[in-house]
């Protein structure tokens, strides 16, 4: 049975963890591919930083924890955005 959790739905996160050899331009790219996945509205921070308090204790210089670092750490420093997907005409 696959674990999966509310913060990770599709389990890229918990995998990235899995795979030996992984580098943070793999990381990158899951974590991206993650991201996508959140839904509008959703608290990112509020996530990444759950992932952060899953996996940061036992894989503290894990590729993925230093990108989830980077990731809380921008969206923490940007404050809320919104994403539309589209441009307004003025």
Known sequence: MTETSVHDPRGLIRESYRIEG????QCRSIFFDWA????EGEAGVASIQALLDQYQTAHPTHPMTMVL?????KLA???PQRR?????NR
């Open 22 to 25: 992984i580098d943070t331009v």
């Open 36 to 39: 996508m996945d959140l839904q």
């Open 69 to 73: 670092l980077e990731g809380v750490s």
């Open 77 to 79: 420093s940007d404050g």
């Open 84 to 88: 539309t997907g589209r441009r307004r």
